[in-house]
């Protein structure tokens, strides 16, 4: 939109776009390689994932998925991918229910101590999750919650996700306060206000919260690691960490073709909703 | 279910003698509280209360299972003079932090500046480069740096110094460079900032004769410092807390040789491996206090170089 048109001379223009895209194809082979080789490795018979030196396999082995739909530790892949899927599933809900209560409390309503709460609320954005980590464990043992989902979705229900209150917050104040106002002067609450003219308008925000929790869960790895120990209620991410100690070089194709699936859905998401997802992070860094 | 918990003042007064004025504004207080209800309770319940528990328990000696008990200073005293691990631990931390958030940040900022003149690709390499972003946090990738920086891996290939993975001086620099490769989102960040700076200061500056370098130091540099400040404090911080890939890529312990011994794998390891929860509590207080004071100063020499353009646009 704003392009800047400073010089225009033909010539060194030319060839600077020339060198232009090729620095960036060049960058991007170096950028993908690692997902390439992901996909290929996936696909090479047992002798050639150590020994050949070609990214490419000699024969496309599908073999390896059949083995990796059979799973870890006799925990089928349809219920690992089942258990991923409702951990991220209920954060998503959690997330985009009690992030946008509290960002229409912030956003819009008055109440007392709203300056200081929003600026605790800021403050533990950058909360390293470290620090709460452990309490947190103990609070959960004593409840006796371990090695259930409830230590990884319930917090997402209680809005301790700031960073996706603050990201609505700064949408919702975006939005045009003439209709809210006009439906007061209707008699219309805050409530019936926000359910039915704030929430709507405030979709893109909510979307990308949702994509964005979606993922940030679904890749989570130490929440998993110190909650859930039953084999039977591993995730993805925790299925590939015990896969690596308890196989050998061979089982390399089979794993890393779990790691194929593990990150599908993600790949999709980013697919069909790349726009939400670029736009939804630069939007983040420049109104802060 | 989670909304439960409210503050008193909830129920309506119906009655029509009230002043139609006062009524509405005491109604929208206590809906506010309804609102914030949940972010209240998980604030209390979930951040608060654990913060003020695990300052406790760093004084005490504690297993999970015997109760607490108070032992002063002693976690701190230990840690500080009596772990060589620890010491190793926040070494390798710093050390990782130093290496990979100025690298990413400035393969971001390139690119950025790359893409930002670009007519035509430009949507497709922002996307294209923000991927890594979504998915190098993942267990598959970190997987995937393990084998490609292992012996016989590609890298090993390329260099031939026998992969980096099983080498004390170069494991870290593996974990390191999963995080620059995930440049993605910080340039996304920067472009959108690019994009903002108004095109009349570049036509002007040429006008007055100024070359793209002085352009470049005089115009974008300076306008573009809040995002740059605000990518800073944000991958720091984050820097600070990487767990996966050095879990990864060590298989869990932190080696060879101690050499990914990251800051939050040692304290997973005190922790949630040896049982000693007053220790990791007091090593959480510490990371919690180290990047509070790393925020504050990177905040005070801001003011130095951050230029804001135009004072409180909000």
Request: charged share 15%.
């Amino acid at each position: 939109m704003t392009a800047i048109s400073a010089t225009t001379d033909r010539k060194p223009v030319r060839w600077g776009r020339i060198a232009l895209h090729l620095g960036c194809l060049a960058a991007l082979l170096v950028v993908l390689y690692p997902l390439v080789w992901l996909l290929a490795t996936s696909l090479k018979p047992a002798d050639e994932v150590i020994t050949s030196l070609n990214l490419l396999p000699s024969h496309v082995e599908w073999s390896n998925y059949k083995t990796a739909l059979d799973g870890v530790n006799d925990v089928s892949i349809w219920r690992l991918l089942s258990n991923s899927l409702l951990i991220a599933g209920g954060a998503v809900l959690g997330n985009v229910i009690s992030c946008s209560l509290a960002a229409y409390a912030f956003a819009r309503l008055r109440f007392r101590f709203r300056g200081p709460l929003f600026a605790f609320m800021i403050a533990t954005i950058m909360l390293p999750h470290h620090a709460v980590l452990i309490p947190q464990y103990i609070i959960f043992n004593q409840l006796g919650l371990v090695n259930t989902y409830w230590p990884l979705i319930l917090p997402k229900f209680l809005a301790t996700e700031a960073f996706f209150v603050f990201l609505i917050v700064q949408f919702m104040r975006g939005l045009p306060r003439e209709l809210e106002e006009a439906a007061r002067i209707d008699g219309c609450g805050p409530f019936r206000s926000f359910f039915q003219i704030v929430l709507p308008l405030t979709r893109p925000a909510l979307i990308t919260t949702a994509i964005f929790t979606f993922i940030w869960t679904w890749n989570d790895f130490f929440t998993q690691l110190i909650y859930l120990f039953d084999p039977q209620k591993f995730t993805l991410t925790l299925a590939l960490s015990s896969f690596v100690d308890s196989s050998s070089q061979s089982a390399f194709g089979p794993m890393f073709a779990m790691s194929v699936i593990a990150l599908l859905p993600i790949v999709l998401f980013f697919l069909a909703f790349q726009r939400f997802l670029v736009e939804g992070m630069a939007s983040s860094g420049l109104k802060g | 279910m989670t909304t439960t918990e409210i503050p008193a003042p909830t129920a309506r007064p119906k009655r029509p003698t009230a002043a139609p004025k006062r009524r509405p504004k005491r109604e929208r207080e206590g809906a506010a509280w309804v609102f914030l209800s949940p972010w209240v309770l998980g604030a209390c319940v979930l951040t608060l209360l654990p913060m003020a528990v695990s300052l406790y328990l760093s004084f005490t000696d504690y297993n999970l299972f015997d109760p607490p008990r108070w032992i002063g200073l002693r976690n701190y005293t230990q840690m500080f003079t009596e772990d060589p691990r620890y010491w190793r631990s926040v070494v390798t931390t710093l050390t990782y932090v130093v290496i990979a958030v100025p690298l990413q940040l400035a393969l971001a900022l390139v690119v950025a500046l790359a893409l930002k003149s670009m007519k035509s690709g430009k949507a497709f390499y922002r996307s294209a480069f923000y991927a890594p972003s979504l998915l190098g946090a993942s267990m598959s990738i970190a997987l995937v740096w393990r084998a490609v920086f292992n012996d016989g891996g590609t890298v090993d290939n390329l260099v031939g110094n026998g992969g980096w993975v099983n080498k004390p001086g170069w494991s870290l620099v593996a974990v390191a460079l999963l995080t620059v490769w995930q440049f993605g989102a910080p340039m996304v960040i920067f472009l959108a900032g690019l994009q903002q700076i108004p095109a009349e200061l570049y036509e002007a500056a040429a006008v007055d004769g100024a070359g793209k370098w002085r352009q470049f130091m005089s115009i974008t540099v300076p306008m573009l410092s809040p995002v740059l400040f605000f990518n800073l404090v944000l991958q720091t911080i984050q820097a600070f807390q990487v767990f996966t890939p050095a879990f990864a890529i060590s298989g869990g312990r932190g080696g060879p040789a101690d050499s990914t011994l990251v800051y939050t794998l040692y304290l997973y390891d005190r922790g949630f491996v040896a049982s000693h929860m007053g220790y990791a509590s007091a090593m959480a207080w510490v990371l919690l206090l180290v990047i509070g004071a790393v925020t504050a100063v990177l905040f005070r020499t801001s003011r130095s170089w951050v230029f804001y353009a135009s004072e409180g646009d909000r």
